[in-house]
């Protein structure tokens, strides 16, 4: 098969690789249809690169056609078309009962001290091979894949991989109560899907914050009031002027940990990804992947009493967060990886509808050949040609 590879620092090609077979009996191969090029992927490109080892096959956004199934897999059958989630999942275990799937107990990777395996992510999350390639092998397939309706086109359903019970978590755990404001911080294809979530749970007052101008144009034909963050000089007090004086009611962070306005983690993380690898690593873990410029506007946004939904990934263990405005502004924080299949039951009903109410039809900016990944990835990391949501086709 043909597989999306990393190879180092900002560097992706496409390789042949062995294709993929049944190892347990929980397994599926599943040969994809589409699968997107996730923000969380442009971490591995650049900051998380100590993590990753040349080869290593990236893609945790994926959909296709089940080709094989393993002797315990009795949910989906070869022919079915079914959706991946990008958190692998048991289904059975006590984190599993408790709908926590990204702490899954059968698949935390202990060695790591780190939650449930994630296709294509790195080592620390059990070096599983992802799914930007012609087929992957899906482990826990007796509970993980989502069997989507024939029909519609691939764009319709793909995101329920990630991206669509990504931002409907954020919008839950951000709480805004009756009549109240949401503040979305980054308006790529989460905070867009957050955004568009949000009202359509009838949050009224939606406000979208980003410097990339086709974003914030985005953001604007689903009903966002934005603010451009390369023309005010203080986000926060923007915010505020536009709810009342008192800042939003919630507000979530959708950028993560490479925010733009913050150049010496910048140049942290380059020399992270250039150093031997066991130096490297303990550099990205301490201290070069801590950017929180994003994540200070949402603590100096949200107003007293507020509640914080953190969405963007953040990857450093020693980042200085101000913990006396969180505390005097008694702001509740809820954050981390999305449990994809706890959303899955609402969200589907609402990809059936004919009439599209989350625009998913208005999403996808890019669709290329897998072939053509490394431009791809250049282009959605430098946010060229208009890129929001990329899409590549085995
Ligand atoms: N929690 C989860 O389960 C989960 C799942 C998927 C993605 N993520 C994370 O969500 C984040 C967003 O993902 P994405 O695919 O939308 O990626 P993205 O990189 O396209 O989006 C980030 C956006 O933030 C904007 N931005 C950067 N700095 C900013 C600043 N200082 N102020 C305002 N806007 C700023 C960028 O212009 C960009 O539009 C990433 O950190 C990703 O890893 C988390
Ligand atoms: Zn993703
Ligand atoms: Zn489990």
Redesign the pocket.
Known sequence: MRAVTWQGFEDVRVEALPDPRIEEPTDAIVEVTSTA???????LYRPLAPFMEPGDVLGHEVMGRVVAVGSEVEQIAPGDRVVVP??ISCGRCHMCDLQLY?QCETTQVREHRKGAALFGYTKLYGHVPGGQADLVRVPQAHFGPVKVPEGPPDDRYLFLS??L??AW??VAYADVPPGGSLAV?????????ACRVARHRGIEKVLG????PE?LGMAQRHGVETVD?GQVDD?PEALRALTGGRGPDAVI??????????PVAAAMQRAASVLPRSVGAALAMRAGVDRL??LR?AIDAVRRGGTLS?????GGAADPIPMLELFDKGVQVR????H?RRWVPEILPVLERDDDPLGLSDFVTHRLPLEEAPRAYAM??A?EDGA??VVLTP
């Open positions: 090029i996730c923000g969380s992927d442009l971490h990008f958190n990204a990630d991206v019970p990504t978590q954020a911080i980054g308006l790529g294809p989460i905070g867009q899907m914050v980003d410097l990339v974003r963050a986000v962070d959708a950028v993560g940990m490479e925010a733009h306005g913050a410029a994003a506007t953190i969405v963007g990934v953040y954050l981390g990886q999305a994809v959605f990391q946010k929001i949501k």
